[in-house]
């Protein structure tokens, strides 16, 4: 009885896509498909432990230290190097998509995977580097390198500011804070028209040059992007060996034994909010470098979900597991553009999926992965 309950459910959330007869087919289909499921189950749960023991094996730090060539990252980096020589200008363009999100998720695993703080408003940090390069200017004809300190520093200082009053909340109240700046903040960039011109955005942005070089073309930003991309991760994941990773990492675990042991907690996760929201600033100076425009549109809080989404796929604090679920959460929706209408829900199910199968993410664990 529960199989045909359950195709009865899924075809009525069919229906509205394809109609009554495709919602019968789905619903003969599913229905048959949970039967024969359900008499099958007995014998797949005498194998699951062991692909259970096989994906801990794949993504554990031991195996990729015995089995992975050292030489493995200069590859990659070879590769990556080359990327522009190999392919169209579309997938050059989606690279250069996934290295500025890379830079956003590395910012917000420092605040949620390293320190574990749950930042649900990360993207108003993104929003002000962005705008700030964007004013700086179109209104004050400030270039790209010499607008970039601002930017960044405006975001750190954000970062900061907001960390003052909101670090005296923890868990579930941390977050909602958090998420209440990021709407305000968009709130603000939506309705300063005198400044930020409204929902109309702000158009005209210079692209970024070095010496008498023009990096307007997409084959020498996406080498900006690489270079940038590359330094964050260089960065973050020297930090995180430094004495302030090990004490945000302590933070993350037991923030009263990390007190005790005489960790100034308040101070290092104010550390953690700058840092992360330093990563933000730049990531936005940079899109808004690419795209040439920016709208508040483009700071909504499903953009704080999809970046925290890419944290949580990843892994919490493993850096190169974050760098995996941004490329994962940026090809995907190009991969899946044909059936547009089902992206979000294909999005969707697989992270029901990761969650009911590897809820430490792709790369965690019980210990952070380098």
């Known amino acids: 009885m529960k199989p045909l309950i359950i195709g009865l459910w899924l075809s009525l959330l069919f229906l509205p896509f394809k109609g009554p007869e495709a919602a019968l087919w789905f619903f003969l289909i599913s229905s048959s498909t949970l039967c024969a499921w359900k008499e ?20 554990d730090r031991a195996f990729f230290t015995e089995t992975v060539s050292p030489s493995l990252p200069y590859a990659a980096i070879a590769a990556f190097s080359l990327l522009p020589f190999l392919v169209r200008d579309y997938f050059l363009d989606v690279a250069i998509m996934v290295g500025i999100y890379v830079i956003l998720a590395l910012g917000l695993n420092v605040v949620v995977g390293f ?29 790209f390198w010499t607008a970039l300190p601002f930017a960044v520093g405006l975001s750190t200082a954000a970062g900061f500011l907001l960390a003052v009053p909101a670090l005296r909340l923890r868990g579930d109240y941390l977050a909602i804070v958090t998420l209440g700046f990021g709407e305000i903040t968009r709130l603000v960039l939506n309705n300063f028209d005198s400044l930020t011109r409204g929902p109309n955005g702000i158009s005209g942005i210079a692209p970024p040059s070095f010496f008498s070089i023009h990096l307007g073309t997409l084959t020498l930003f996406y080498y900006l992007v690489f270079l940038a991309t590359l330094a964050t991760i260089f960065v973050t994941a ?13 933070i993350r675990e037991d923030e009263i034994a990390a007190s005790t042991m005489g960790i100034n907690t308040t101070l290092y996760k104010l550390y953690a909010f700058a840092f992360g929201a330093f990563w933000a600033g730049l990531a936005g100076a940079i899109f808004a470098a690419k795209m040439r425009f920016v709208s508040p549109e483009s700071f909504t809080f499903l953009e704080s979900v999809l970046i925290l989404c890419m944290v949580i796929l990843g892994g919490l604090g493993s850096i190169p597991g974050v760098v995996v679920g941004a490329f994962i959460l940026v090809l995907l929706p190009e991969v899946l553009r044909e059936v547009q209408i089902y992206r979000m829900l294909a999005l969707g199910a697989g992270l029901v999926i990761l969650m009911v199968f590897r809820p430490q993410g792709l790369f965690g664990g019980k210990r952070v992965s380098p």
């Open 40 to 59: 099958v189950a007995p014998r797949v749960r005498t194998v699951i432990p062991a692909l259970e023991a096989g994906m801990r094996r794949l993504t």
């Open 115 to 143: 320190a574990g703080l749950l930042n649900l408003g990360f993207v108003a940090f993104y929003a002000l580097g962005a705008y700030a390069y964007a004013l700086l200017n179109t209104s004050w004809g400030i270039g």
């Open 238 to 250: 020297r930090v995180r060996s430094s004495k302030i990773g090990r004490a945000w990492i302590a």
